[in-house]
Every structure is written in C-alpha cells, then in structure tokens.
C-alpha cells in the first residue's frame, strides 16, 4: 500500500504558491485527474474520467457482478489548500482496494471509486458538480455560472477537452448498491475526545442569512430611554442566536462578518448588517430554522423599536446517513482495534449529494489542529491507513450483508 | 433687536458648500470675528479681538465698575454645520444687551461678551482652544497641533496675524464674576417635553475608548462549547454597556463603531474591536468610569474564554454649574413666562473650561428634530428671541445678587 506516496505525488498536481491549488477544470486539476486514471489502472481497476468530469474506476475481480460499491470524494481543492481534504477519500479508497488484493480478498459485487469534479465550488460559487451530475441532478443553470475572469463552466469543460453537452451521460448512480466516503474531519471533535474514527451518521444542513437592522442614527449625548439603537439591537441578536445554537445539540449558529453605519464614536448606529450561519443535522429541526430565525430577530427589533429583514443567501438540506451502513463501520473500526463515535459532519460533502440515491455513510479521521482548507491541513500517516483499512473491512463485512448487496428493488 | 438678521448676516460668512463651514482660524473665521468686532462697537461696547483670537467686547456703561457678568459662546463651525451652534450664544447674547439699552437699564456692574476661538476643534482635533486660554491654561502643546494639510495652529494664527508667542495676554477670567452661555440643545429632550427653556446644571464628562476582544478565530462548524468567538463576547459588552447606561440616570453609554475579523459567513471571529463612549454629569460617577468599564469588559472576556483589551482615547471631566446662577436662569424664564426645566447638556461647551474658574451656567433653547452640526441645524425666530431676553433678565436680577457680583475674595 503506498498511500503516503501517492498523497505526495498528487500533492505535486498544484498552481505555485503554498499548499495545494487544484480549482476545478484547472490545468493541474485535470492533470491529477489523468495521472489518478492511470494510477488506477495500474491497481487493477478499469478507470475513465466521466462526461462531468469526475474520474471513475470500476474493480470487478473474476466476474463480480450487480450493483458496486462505491468509495471515493473529490481531488479538487481550495485556493492554497491542503493536501488531505477529499484527495484521502480518493487515495484511501485505493489503497483499501489495494489492501483487499494484497489479501487476495475477492468481493461478490464490483467495487467502484470515484473522484467527483469541483466538489469545494470555490471556482463557480456552486458546488459538488461531478456528484450532481452522478445523481443525474439538472445541471443546465450550473454550466452557465462564470469564475472571476468571466469563464463559464461550460467554457472551462471545453477548454479541458469535455463537451458540456454531454453531462447527462456522467448519470450512474443506479450501479452501486452503497456509497462510502472516507474524509477528514476539518474540526476537533476526534482530536479533542482522543477518538481515531468518526462514524458520520448525518451532514449538517446550512442556512446562511444577512440581517439588515435599520434604527435611528443620532448624537452620543441622546438619552438612552429614546434611542433606536441598530448597533445594541444587532448585538442582542447576536447573543441571543449564540444562545439557541448552545441550548440545542449538535447545532452551530455563527456570526462571522458585521458592519455599523455611520460608525463614528459618539453617533447611534442607523444601521448594522451582519451575517449567520445555522448548521442543524436533521430535517426536522432544519424544516424550522428559517422560521425560528425570523422569528428571533423579529421578537428583539420589536422590544428595541428598531426594523429588521433577513435575506436567505444559502439553504442547503441535511442528508441523514444510513443506519445499516453505519454499523458496519462501526464493527470494521473495532476489528482494525480502532475507537469510534458518531458524530455529525459540520462541512458539505459529495456524500450529501448521494445519499437521497443510495445508502449512504462516511468515515472521518482526525486533523491535526483541527485545521482544513490550509497549507496546514495534516492527518498523520497512522490515521491516513487506519481510514484505508476501515474501508476494506466495511467491504468485507458488506459481503455478508444480502439486503445491502442485493439487487434494487 | 436684530437677532434673526444678524444670524443671517454671519451665516454668510462661510466657505462654498452645503450649510456653514467656519473653520477655526479660517479666512471665514476671522472676516467673521471682525464684522462680529465692529457690530459689538456699533452696540456700544469696546471690543478687540484678543491674543488668542477670542473677540472680547466689554459694555460698562455710566461707569459700572468691578467684574464682570461674562456672556458668549463661539462662532467658529464644524465643516457643513448649521447657522445657530454657538453663534446664537454670541448673536443672543449681543440681542440681550440690546434689550437692556433698549429699556434704558444700566447695569452697576460691566458686562463682558466673547466669541471664543476654536470651540469645536475640528480643525486641529482639540477644541476649546480659545476659552482656555481665556482661563490661563498652558497651550504650548495644542500650538503644535496640526490639521490635515500639515499646518500647525501657531502657523494658522500667523497667517490670520496673530502671534502665537502672546497667547498668555488671552487671559482675562479674572475680570468675571460669572459667565452665562446661551446654546441650542442639540438634542430632543426639550423638543419632546414640549418645554422652551433648558436650565443646564452640569456638563456631561466624556470617556472614550476602543475594546479590542481577540478570540480565536475558526469554521463555522466548530461545536458551540469549544468555541472563543470575539464577536460573540463584544456583543455581550455592547449589550452590558447599553443596559448599563439604561440602569443609570443621566448617562448614556453608545457603541458606534465595530469590526470583526475576519469577516466571512463561516468563520468565527478571531478579532473584534469596537468604539465606547460614556457620559455622565457628575464627577462622583466619572471618577469611577474607567474602572467600572474595565471591569464589565474583563468579566465578559472572562466568561467567554477571550482576551480583551482597553485603550481610553479621551477622558473630559464633567463641569457642575453654579446653583445661583442656575436658580437665575430660572427666576428669568418665569418672568418671559418659559416653561424650563433642569437638564444636562450631552456635549461639550466652553462652559466647560471657565465653570472650574468663575460661577458658570447654561441656557439651552429647543433644536427642531434634535439635529446639530449639520445645514438643517434649526432654532425658532421666537425660541432665539426668548434666549436673548432670558439672559436679559438675568442681567437685571443679577443686579440684585450682591454676593454674585461682589469682588471676588
């Protein structure tokens, strides 16, 4: 197995500059993508980049046949990323398949591995493409969104040797029984409960907003009793938001960006804008957020006599991941001697995309410092082929499991 | 009386623009002090501008004698301001001894009138540069102040042929047995309790300062215990502050700028800063400010596991006004039949800088909408009128006081 090699090699496929830049499309990006095709290849796998662009190799050993398993995630990265986030679900799945050979383990059912185009969406402003157009999702407005040069998607497909004509043809998602995407975990959760493997079981839905507060603006010296305050009201809705997120579990509310004009020392504020970001895992309460948002912002601009709206930018739904699945991580992690806790995934991942399709689950391993979508981005090697192995044992368990395997219904 | 065309006749003098701009020192500034010199003389007093620019007229008629009752304000404006911040305090006072003459009342004792040079202070960025060296303060230092083009307030005083060496001949605050400044309000207090005469029995001391919280910025995925998140912990002390300030009578605590770093919808917050500003009337409670700020910030930043640090950026004692003269004021809106009440000017005023010298009140009369320092800055003709005649009837009751008007011990 040479996972930490092939991190290495492919950590080569960059933009200058530090860390890892492989935007979608991209020259070094379709190159990784060619060097990964043939790498698989050279593992025994059938492999092609798709009409969407996503690389997909098919392992079907001495007749395996029916529908696949699927492992894999996404090679493309941020701008100065890291070189771990996505490209070790992709790495790690090969060199699970690898592990599987060196055991002279032979499934019952194919095993597929994809790398999905332009999962991080940093290029168009939308994300997971090559997962979407897997799941056959419209893509037309999609392959319309332009970068910051003016390149449209369809533009860069063409410039990268794809007909955006074609997309459809990427759809595929009714060939595998299960889908697994080994990732890591872009926080501190394993790191702080000393736990080597994280057992997603749901991908938290995200609902970003801007709140625009309108008050008064006025002269320092104005009484207190008369004021109509933006600025306090905004800091009323900022605590009381972080409140809710605390009182709840497993749910996250961020106010990362916020302004005040005019913004002098001794004048009210007439305004304050700022931004929220509430991440919940299920969708029952994901169903309620939009309302219960609007709701607390309106409940204190009344109490403050200050005017309040919120514009929805982003509202993207949880996907709740698959029990049966789950368990067989679960049991896989205790067989390679390895601790385990379900958790939630706080990031967006092609398994999002996935999971309304096909049964579907990801395995995370710690990051150092918590630290992704950064030069600094590190998984030890330990933890790398720990997620490796936990693969080929969910693909040896699987092979037990009937109803897992067996055909659509 | 010629109160309404003299407030018309000095709002010419002005630079081009919205409003009037009568920067301290400014061309506009000293035709103004002049034409305001030969108006004083055409009313019968002796007036010259001073060493410090202050234009001092002084009425003693039938050879009144001993110190003097100070009247006056400035007449120097903010850029774009309005027609009646300070100048009515100069123009009413001109208009009350008018009225005196007018009824052939001769005063036992002089009165004095003064325009007092660079009260706002925009210019160089301290003010109230010619009431204190009316009282005799050092102002070496403020000489060397510069404004935005480079120019020092000693150059700008050669310039306007002056000599910055004689400031110290300025000082006159001896020659006073009181001094009374007729003003706008500037705010709304009396405006919405529909009263026409402010008796201003303090002048609100004012702290300013930034607060920089540094946290530890992170994803917005971050579970909501482990987090340090600066925003959070500055809108807790905005709110803190603003309910601080409500719990207190008198004062008034406003937050009026704020940052946060760096500034993404995903992100928490690694760094946020913000702007304070405290005013309180009474020297009790403004000996404790500093401290009582640091505390309240201290035990949030404490709370909220982040750091936070406070930096005072100005820190101007309150002036409490004389009882008698107040007790005055009163006695004289009673004769013109004002309604009045007590109350304490939010801003700063050159009442501020004699009041620790000689018994000092202020007269406040109603601002339309509460607006200052802007071109719709606006005073009724008979709210004018009514501030002339109530510092002309505490000039007579004045007459009457003789521990008031006795020499000084």
């Known amino acids: 197995v040479k996972l930490a090699e092939d991190l290495a090699t492919l950590a080569e496929f960059s933009e200058a500059g530090p ?12 190159r990784a993508l060619r060097w990964l095709a043939g790498r698989l290849e050279e593992a025994g796998l ?29 090679i493309d990265s941020v701008p100065a990323g890291g070189r771990f986030d996505g490209t070790l679900g992709v790495l790690g799945a090969l060199a699970a398949i690898e592990l599987l050979r060196e055991r002279a383990f032979v499934p019952t059912t194919p095993v597929w591995l994809m790398s999905f185009m332009d999962e991080e969406g940093t290029r168009f402003g939308e994300s997971m493409f090559g997962s979407r157009a897997f799941v056959g999702e419209d893509l037309d407005a999609y392959l319309s969104l332009s970068d910051s040069s003016g390149a449209t998607v369809g533009q860069a497909m063409q410039d990268a040797g794809f007909s955006p004509d074609d997309v459809r043809a990427a759809r595929a998602v009714a060939g595998l029984s299960a889908f697994l995407e080994l990732h890591v975990e872009q926080g501190k959760v394993l790191l702080d409960a000393g736990v080597d493997i994280g057992v997603v079981n749901a991908i938290v839905g995200l609902l970003q907003a801007r709140v625009v507060v309108r008050g008064v603006s006025d002269h320092g010296s104005t009484p207190m009793p008369g004021r109509h305050d933006a600025l306090a009201a905004a800091a009323r809705m900022i605590v009381a938001l972080r409140d809710w997120a605390r009182d709840e579990s497993d749910m996250t509310a961020t106010v990362g960006s916020m302004e005040a004009w005019p913004g002098a020392y001794n004048t009210i504020p007439g305004k304050c804008s700022f931004s929220v970001d509430l991440r919940v895992p299920d969708r029952a309460r994901f169903a309620t957020l939009r309302e219960r948002l609007t709701d607390l912002v309106a409940g204190i601009a009344a109490q403050e006599t200050v005017e309040v709206g919120v514009e929805i930018t982003d509202f993207i739904q949880p996907a709740e991941l698959d029990e049966r699945l789950l368990t067989l991580i679960e049991r896989a992690a205790e067989t390679e001697g390895a601790s385990h806790m379900r958790m939630p995934s706080g990031a967006g991942h092609d398994s999002q995309v996935l999971a309304p399709y096909v049964p579907t689950a990801m395995v995370f391993v710690p990051s150092a410092g918590g630290v992704s979508h950064s030069p600094e981005e590190f998984t030890t090697p330990a933890h790398c082929e720990l997620g490796a192995r936990v693969l080929a044992r969910v693909i040896e368990l699987a092979q037990g499991d009937a109803e897992l395997l067996g055909p659509d219904a």
Chains 1, 2 share one sequence.
């Open 46 to 74: 059938d492999a092609q980049l798709d009409a969407a662009g996503n690389c997909v190799g098919r392992w079907a050993p001495n007749g395996a046949e029916g529908q696949a398993i699927g492992l894999g995630s996404h």
């Open 19 to 30: 860390g890892v830049t492989r935007l979608a499309w991209s020259p070094p990006h379709i």
